[in-house]
């Protein structure tokens, strides 16, 4: 079975500051990871993915994570913050080995950024 | 270009009434999923299909739950004798493959209320 684990469920940072929000993961075979945001009342939007290479991902709107395998984690970052980031933010796994199957999410962590 | 689009965006029936929800994936891709998303449990895989057939059905939460796709596109989640923990937003989603890493594109949802 995989998880995710989102530690924080909120996490509030001040414009311009730089943000990081938490993610670590379980699986059994090589992870395929991915970052989504959610603003009120839409969709989910991707930001970024690790499948495999640099450890470093870069994605929309200034984002990128970085893939620790030892540590199990792919924490999302942003240099700067921007108070038009604030939404709710979902990791997710899948297991790149297990064949087609859908994502398992972390429970999501809510970003404030304050002026 | 078009994006997933699902309908209805809202759902109220009554419980006991039969459900169905409608998905049109984006143009190309084969792989469609269905998941859920309610207060209590986040985000949930339902089902996910690769072509017209869905390999594994073991995440659809009840015998209550059924989904189809036909000609490889629009895809409908049916849920018979609807019950109040049905209330969610159902999200489709979909992707170039099943296999590999690509990343799912979701639709908006459609939020589910059962009286």
């Known amino acids: 079975a995989q998880s995710v684990a989102q530690p924080e469920d909120q996490v509030n940072v001040a414009e311009g500051n730089p943000l990081t929000v938490k993610c670590t993961y379980s699986v059994s075979g090589n992870p395929y990871l991915f970052w989504y945001v959610q603003y009120p009342n839409r969709g989910l939007q991707f930001l970024l993915k690790?499948?495999?290479?640099?450890?470093l991902v870069k994605g929309s709107y200034g984002f990128e994570a970085e893939f620790n395998k030892s540590q199990t984690s792919f924490h999302l970052k942003k240099p700067s913050a921007l108070v038009s980031d604030s939404a709710l933010y979902f990791c997710?796994?899948?297991?790149?080995?297990?064949?087609?199957?859908?994502?398992?999410f972390g429970k999501g962590t809510h970003l404030i950024i304050q002026p | 270009g078009a994006g997933v689009s699902q309908s209805p965006s809202n759902k109220v029936t009554e419980k006991g009434k039969d459900v169905e929800l409608r998905c049109d994936p984006i143009?190309?891709?084969?792989?469609l999923y269905w998941y859920r998303q309610s207060l209590g449990q986040g985000l949930e895989f339902l089902i996910y299909f690769q072509g017209n057939s869905a390999p594994d059905k073991s995440g659809l939460p009840s015998d209550r739950f059924s989904a189809e796709r036909t000609g490889g596109s629009v895809s409908t989640l049916t849920i018979q004798r609807t019950q109040q923990e049905d209330s969610a937003v159902y999200l489709c989603?979909?992707?170039?493959?099943?296999?590999?890493?690509?990343?799912?594109?979701f639709g908006p949802g459609t939020r589910l209320t059962v009286t």
């Open positions: 690790y499948i495999t290479g640099d450890n």
């Open positions: 143009s190309g891709h084969t792989a």
């Open positions: 997710a796994v899948r297991d790149g080995g297990g064949g087609a199957d859908g994502l398992t």
């Open positions: 989603a979909s992707s170039e493959d099943g296999t590999g890493g690509y990343e799912q594109y």
